[in-house]
């Protein structure tokens, strides 16, 4: 079955930085746009960036040229590097794909952004 996994949240201070993985599993990893969303609390979950199959990433305007979303279609992962951490980028972030007709999460990983 699809797993998405995510790792590599904690907490940090301003001005730092986070690298997020996510490790797919279950599905032909390669021919599918990757996504990351987050969800801070009180809030909806938004998208983050994404990652098409051929490289392809774009990203919302609050994390361009703050965060970078990559993947390696070798290993079925897909990360994403964050930069210049400010406290509005705490949630939780979660790895996605639409695969097969549907859609998948995985369980989150936590970012906190806080002197």
């Known amino acids: 079955q699809v797993q998405l996994v995510e790792s590599g949240g904690g907490l940090v201070q301003p001005g730092g930085s986070l690298r997020l993985s996510c490790a797919a599993s279950?599905?032909?990893?390669?021919?599918?746009?990757m996504y990351w969303y987050r969800q801070a609390p009180g809030n909806q979950r938004e998208l983050v960036a994404k990652i098409t199959r051929s490289g392809e990433a774009t990203y919302i305007d609050a994390v361009k040229a703050r965060f970078t979303i990559s993947r390696d279609n070798s290993k079925n992962t897909v990360s994403l590097e964050m930069n210049s951490l400010t406290v509005e980028d705490t949630a939780v972030y979660y790895c996605?794909?639409?695969?097969?007709?549907?859609?998948?999460w995985g369980q989150g990983t936590q970012v906190t952004v806080s002197s």
């Open positions: 996605n794909t639409f695969a097969e007709l549907q859609n998948f």
């Open positions: 279950g599905f032909a990893f390669r021919f599918y746009t």
